[in-house]
T-cell receptor, first 114, second 113 residues
């Protein structure tokens, strides 16, 4: 049972480049979300999904797109990378909406935009 | 809106010392409360939870009691180990129907031998 798998673990991008951060879970969780973690800022919600075909914006959605075509996968796309998007990105999933039974987190993607 | 306030760190302790990390919250109704732990270079892991007033969550020697009257959910451990060094996050999920969780900013714990 792999849990939540994020790829890549590390990435360096140049300003203006685009990329997709991958997230996959094998627990049949309906609820998935993306957070970014910055020093002193805690976790900030970027986008979330309550099931396949349904996504919504979180606290800091600008510059990011998501889609949820299957229950298992929830990729995060950076459209045109900016230095302000340098951060650690975490994908999380939960059996119940909003994590009432707790979240399972991936190990993170450390992104640097130069 | 909902909010979670944690004590600022880092908290520095010697091995076998008693640990308290304070967490207070603001929310309408009866939220569910959580503590997560993040070890260096890893994602967050659920440590314990409580879903109603006066419930006590416990795991791996850590405990926290849901206090509705003081809107608090303080994390405690009687004797910390070096391996407990990590960042601890308090979180809530509100009962208002949005189900979007709110996290505190995290408290770093450093335990010295």
């Amino acid at each position: 049972n792999a849990g939540v798998t994020q790829t890549p673990k590390f990435q360096v991008l140049k300003t203006g480049q685009s990329m997709t951060l991958q997230c996959a879970q094998d627990m049949n969780h309906e609820y998935m979300s993306w957070y970014r973690q910055d020093p002193g800022m805690g976790l900030r919600l970027i986008h979330y999904s309550v099931g396949a075909g349904i996504t919504d914006q979180g606290e800091v959605p600008n510059g990011y797109n998501v889609s949820r075509s299957t229950t298992e996968d929830f990729p995060l796309r950076l459209l045109s990378a900016a230095p302000s998007q340098t951060s650690v990105y975490f994908c999380a999933s939960s059996y119940s909406t909003g994590g009432l039974d707790g979240y399972t987190f991936g190990s993170g993607t450390r992104l640097t935009v130069v | 809106g909902d909010s979670v306030t944690q004590m600022e760190g880092p908290v520095t302790l010697s091995e076998e010392a008693f640990l308290t990390i304070n967490c207070t919250y603001t929310a309408t109704g009866y939220p569910s409360l959580f503590w997560y732990v993040q070890y260096p270079g890893e994602g967050l892991q659920l440590l314990l939870k409580a879903t109603k007033a006066d419930d006590k969550g416990s795991n791996k020697g850590f405990e926290a009691t849901y206090r509705k009257e003081t809107t608090s959910f303080h994390l405690e451990k009687g004797s910390v180990q070096v391996s407990d060094s990590a960042v601890y996050f308090c979180a809530l999920v509100g009962s208002g129907g949005s189900y979007i969780p709110t996290f505190g900013r995290g408290t770093s714990l450093i335990v010295h031998p």
